[in-house]
């Protein structure tokens, strides 16, 4: 830029400072402004150039350019005919930066030094300017300048500390200096205020699936929807459920996960049905008085038996049918659910073939009104762009979420050694806690199921985390038994359909990234919302880090 005056002469001394220390490992700030409220007024001021070393010391460089007036008080400097006691300003602008930084939340004290630089004024009697001499570099030593900076910050070798230690106190309040002149806050998020933003953000933009999914006009009403993680599913399901209710209408709502209906009928009010397949079987059963024996066998094939084959009351009639999670159901599952649908009702499917865990064929829907939805709003950008470089050339998820990070880290253990599992597992609950979540946001997903797990069939990890997990067994009115702690532990095949702020994806060991460990990696990942945790064998973290 172009510029006049004094200002030009501090360009100019910008210039000769890059060139005669541009070997040396200064930071040098120029045209600084400051303000301080003494006394309960703001002073204000501003500081021609900073100097600062690798340490963190601090050298103020007052440049006084043009003509100054030796007077029996010490050098001044006229400003539009009002006179300026260069010590006075100097020793004020000094004393303001010490008083900022000292309010800076841990900081040690500012260790700090001067130059008044006077590049056109001969000073005649420095002993009178009120400046220690030595501090003074007028026009006929300004060529001294960048020596006087090396003397006042020496650099000695590669700034070797004197005792153990000192090298990283010096990093430290170089950080901290240099954070406070460049007026950059020293911020970390808080979970717990963002856990609730953050939710209220993500289901306001996938909330467009539920708005203009329900416009659709077609009958008899059967609309598929195949979205990925995040995409809203969800959403659009409550919205039909809640519609019903409002419409005096009974829904029935039908997952595939225990975990998953238990946590919607928590969300819908009374008036409709909650449960999974097999909920309706048991129920089923013992209205005909059968009590189903979960310890038998066939007790699964019993009641998909009955489903099928008995004469369905009345009551189990309904105007509206959702399926969710639709990828892990069977054709004889659907035949039997859509026998509880009322001819003129409507039946809204939710899959993501992604999510099919099973290996189960895609349920033929013939005649049904499909609709994609490929857009992931809930999982941040960084998952969702490490899922697509893991995924290689298979379809890709738009990332649709308002949030870059996830802050992952990923820990890894030797195979075979539960121990090191264990530890690694410990040590990533420690770094979501420290990360400022509590233990009710978040949740641990094993990458194996419940009967192969290490961890799923533990009371407590360590002395510290209990944890809250299914124990396999049901109570007389079959309902899932759970281990009493605080940090929820589900196998992925369980949690599939449900997220937490943070997630622990631990117990992840693979040979070769294959289409079901990709499907598990990808249940698995896009269960956070905020921050995940990786845990894996030292081999799947070795082939995790050949694709990304």
Known sequence: MSVTGAAAREIETLAYLDVNLEDAPYSIYHGVHWTNVEHGFSAYGEIDFIVVAPNGRVLLIEQKSGFLTETADGLVKRYQGRAKNVRTQILHTID??????????????????????????????????????????????????????????????????????????????FDKVTRFLGDTLSLRPDPSAMIGNAAQMVTRL??????????????????????????????????????????????????????????????????????????????????????????????????????????LPAAWQ?????????????????????????????????????????????VALDGWVTLHSQTNYRSPRQIVDMLAAIGGGREAVEAGSPFDGADIDVLAYAEGEPAALIAQT??????????GFARQDIAIASFRGREKSALLNLDTLGDAHTLKSFTGAYDVCGKPIFRDGALLAESVYRFKGQSAPAVIF?????????????????????????????VLSERAAAKLLERI
């Open 426 to 435: 410990k040590h990533a609950i420690t770094l979501c806690l420290a990360a």
């Open 318 to 362: 309904f105007d509206v049918l959702i399926v969710d999670e639709g990828q892990d159901f069977s054709s004889a599952w659907r035949d039997i659910l859509l026998r509880m649908l009322k001819a003129n009702g409507r039946a809204t499917w939710l899959e993501d073939p992604m999510q099919n865990l099973y290996g189960r064929d895609m």
């Open 506 to 534: 631990t117990e992840i060991d693979f040979a070769e990234i294959d289409e079901r460990v990709f499907r598990k990696l990808f249940v698995g990942m896009t269960r956070a919302r905020l921050k995940l945790v990786l």
């Open 206 to 311: 996938a909330g467009g699936l539920a708005t203009w999914a329900r416009r659709l006009d077609f009958s008899p009403y059967r609309l598929r929807v195949i979205g990925t993680a995040g995409s809203g599913k969800t959403q659009l399901a409550l919205a039909e459920y809640y519609a019903a209710i409002d419409a005096g209408l009974r829904p029935l709502y039908v997952c595939f996960n225990r975990p998953l209906a238990d946590h919607i009928e928590r969300l819908v009010p009374a008036g409709g049905r909650v449960a999974t397949f097999h909920m309706l079987g048991d129920a089923l059963l013992r209205a005909g008085g059968v009590i189903p024996d979960y310890a038998a066998p066939d007790v699964w094939g019993q009641m998909d038996t009955a489903l099928a084959t008995a004469t």
């Open 96 to 173: 303001g930066l010490i008083k900022r930084f000292g309010n800076e939340p841990g900081s040690s004290p500012l260790s700090i030094d001067y130059v008044l630089y006077c590049p056109d004024y001969h000073v005649r009697d420095p002993h009178l300017a009120g400046i220690d001499p030595r501090h003074i570099i007028d026009a006929a030593a300004k060529d001294r300048l960048a020596d006087v900076i090396r003397e006042v910050l020496p650099v000695h070798g590669d700034d070797a500390p004197d005792e153990p230690g000192q090298a990283d106190d010096h990093g430290a309040q």
